[in-house]
C-alpha cells in the first residue's frame, strides 16, 4: 500500500530554474494539500485541491503554481526557484477536509 | 485571528519519565483537532485526533490528549517515554471542511537514557 508517494526525494537547482514536485496517492482521497516546512515555523500550507479541477491557495501561495487534472495527481510547479523556497515540501491527502490527512516523506528542494 | 500555538520548542525527557506537550488554539468554536509526530526524515503520522465527545482521546503509541474548552487547550500526554519517542511533535486544527490544516510549529522532544 504506497499511500501518498513525492518524487524526487532531493532537488537541488539554480535559482531561475523550474522544476515540479510530484504527489500521487492511491487512497481515491478526494482532498490534497501541499505544505513547506521550515525550521522554528512548522508546515505552512501552499495550495489546496478539493477534487479533480478545483484547487486553491493557502497561506504562503506566491512563487508556486498547481493543477488537479486527476484525483490520483496533485503536481507543484516552481515557475522561477528562489532561494527563499529552500524548504521541505510535503504532499497530503484525505478522504474529508476535516478528516486526519495522510502524507508523503517529503521533497528537499534546495536552491542556490 | 485563528492561529495554533506550541509553547515548547524543545523538550528534554528522562527515558521511562512522563512527558506532555501543550497546544493552544485561538478560535472561536470547537475546531477539528490532530497531534502529529515527525520522524528524523520522515513525513508526519497521526497520533490522535479530536472532533468531539469525550473530551480524553486515545491515539497509537500509548498517546492520548485532553481537550480543555475552557482553557483552549490539547495537550499531548504519555505515562512513560521510550527512547523511540524522541522526534518532533505537532499540533494542528482545522475549522473548516476544505482540508486546510494549520500546525503549530513544533516541539522537538529528546530522550535521554
Known amino acids: 500500500n504506497a499511500g501518498v508517494t513525492q518524487t524526487p526525494k532531493f532537488q537541488v537547482l539554480k535559482t531561475g530554474q523550474s522544476m515540479t514536485l510530484q504527489c500521487a496517492q492511491d487512497?481515491?482521497?478526494?482532498?490534497m494539500s501541499w505544505y513547506r516546512q521550515d525550521p522554528g515555523m512548522g508546515l505552512r500550507l501552499i495550495h489546496y485541491s478539493v477534487g479533480a479541477g478545483i484547487t486553491d491557495q493557502g497561506e504562503v501561495p506566491n512563487g508556486y503554481n498547481v493543477s488537479r487534472s486527476t484525483t490520483e495527481d496533485f503536481p507543484l510547479r516552481l515557475l522561477s526557484a528562489a532561494p527563499s523556497q529552500t524548504s521541505v515540501y510535503f504532499c497530503?491527502?484525505?478522504?474529508?477536509?476535516?478528516?486526519?490527512?495522510?502524507f508523503g516523506d517529503g521533497t528537499r528542494l534546495s536552491i542556490l | 485571528a485563528q492561529s495554533v500555538t506550541q509553547p515548547d520548542i524543545h523538550i528534554t525527557v528522562s527515558e521511562g519519565a512522563s512527558l506532555e506537550l501543550r497546544c493552544n488554539y485561538s478560535?472561536?468554536?470547537?475546531?477539528?483537532l490532530f497531534w502529529y509526530v515527525q520522524s528524523p526524515g520522515q513525513g508526519l503520522q497521526l497520533l490522535l485526533k479530536?472532533?468531539?465527545?469525550?473530551?480524553l482521546v486515545q491515539g497509537i503509541k500509548g498517546f492520548e490528549a485532553e481537550f480543555k474548552r475552557s482553557q483552549s487547550s490539547f495537550n499531548l500526554r504519555k505515562p512513560s517515554v521510550h527512547w523511540s519517542d524522541a522526534a518532533e511533535y505537532f499540533c494542528?486544527?482545522?475549522?473548516?471542511?476544505?482540508?486546510?490544516?494549520?500546525f503549530g510549529a513544533g516541539t522537538q522532544v529528546v530522550v535521554t537514557p
Open positions: 478560535y472561536g468554536a470547537t475546531p477539528y
Open positions: 479530536y472532533f468531539s465527545g469525550d473530551t
Open positions: 487512497m481515491n482521497h478526494e482532498y
Open positions: 494542528g486544527f482545522t475549522t473548516d471542511s476544505w482540508g486546510k490544516l494549520q
Open positions: 497530503a491527502s484525505s478522504r474529508e477536509g476535516n478528516q486526519p490527512q495522510h
